[in-house]
């Protein structure tokens, strides 16, 4: 069970160094650079292919490692003295598959090959793949740790974040919404819906949300839809934390969305500032929805018909409203 995972309760004081295992994207930039604000080591493995040509630069010390090979990751940190690491970033598929003379480094090595094996044949979700890493690394003597505690100035907050509000209609359809996506993430399904009307447009699913985005803007061409998204409950922030940025925007305003609610504290703005200013230019509004992760029963799903818009933009127990929702 993800949930029975354990999360170091506190992240080590500086400067204690800090092994980054890094994917693709911005994201392990801004945790590199989180860190060293902070003042810790940063000490960087770059899966192959995949890491941005930034990254090496921020890094104490850096080592390009093959993807699949889990056992020299843990070798690496724990020769440098490294016993806590933090991984985040993506993995593109696609350029491996058209960089064929190039997957010689990503060879898996025996512990991977036994780790697929044995626990990942027939359960590939990111929890379960988590489980094994962090399993491998803790047999090295190092410990993974949760993967925001360097950005959380980056982390969505309660309430509308930006100017432009929602309308009355969006925080009908939010309300309506949201306990659908609370399911769809207890189910593992995916951390994305879209709405509008009381109507879902689109559910993501292994596709990823950029290209729900997409399937959505051809689906509903008259736009003027809501993206609504969320993280699974009992999440493990060691890895798998959603994340939203201005790119997200850019391509929900080139499909007619027009509104971005996502749970509070769960989700991931990165550049959050530039994201808040660029998401009121396009017109875009950003709700930050508080979250109990309590899992609804069937009874909690509202109908079509039910416009309530009360519950969640309430604190979880319902005590008092976190903003004014001003149309």
Request: charged share 20%; with cysteine.
């Amino acid at each position: 069970m993800a949930g029975s995972l354990s999360i170091l309760p506190d992240p080590p004081a500086p400067p204690t160094p800090i092994g980054l295992i890094a994917g693709g994207g911005d994201l392990p930039i801004f945790v590199a650079r989180g860190l060293k604000e902070i003042g810790h080591e940063v000490h960087g493995l770059g899966l192959h292919l995949q890491y941005d040509s930034q990254l090496p630069s921020l890094c104490t010390s850096f080592r390009d490692v093959g993807l699949l090979r889990m056992r020299s990751w843990g070798n690496r940190l724990n020769k440098m003295g490294v016993h806590h690491a933090i991984m985040v970033g993506r993995v593109d598929k696609a350029k491996l598959m058209h960089q064929r003379w190039k997957l010689v480094k990503n060879i898996p090595d025996i512990t991977t090959a036994v780790a697929w094996y044995k626990h990942l044949r027939h359960d590939r979700r990111s929890h379960a793949v988590l489980r094994v890493i962090a399993d491998e690394l803790d047999r090295n003597g190092v410990s993974l740790i949760d993967s925001t505690f360097p950005i959380t100035n980056q982390l969505s907050e309660p309430g509308v974040m930006t100017s432009t509000k929602p309308t009355s209609n969006q925080r009908a359809d939010i309300e309506f919404v949201w306990p659908l996506l609370t399911e769809l993430l207890r189910l593992d399904i995916g951390q994305s819906l879209t709405v509008r009307d009381r109507d879902v447009i689109s559910v993501e699913a292994v596709e990823g949300t950029d290209r729900m985005i997409e399937r959505t803007g051809q689906l509903c061409p008259r736009g003027g839809w809501t993206l609504v998204k969320g993280a699974r409950a009992q999440h493990d922030r060691r890895s798998d934390v959603p994340t939203v940025g201005i790119q997200t925007l850019e391509n929900m305003a080139k499909h007619g969305a027009s509104c971005l609610a996502i749970a509070a504290g769960d989700v991931i703005m990165l550049d959050r500032f530039a994201m808040l200013e660029r998401a009121d230019e396009l017109g875009i509004a950003i709700v930050g929805v508080p979250v109990s992760h309590t899992p609804i029963s069937s009874g909690a799903v509202p109908n079509q018909q039910d416009t309530r818009v009360d519950s969640v933009f309430k604190t979880p127990q319902g005590s008092s409203q976190v903003t004014q929702l001003d149309d």
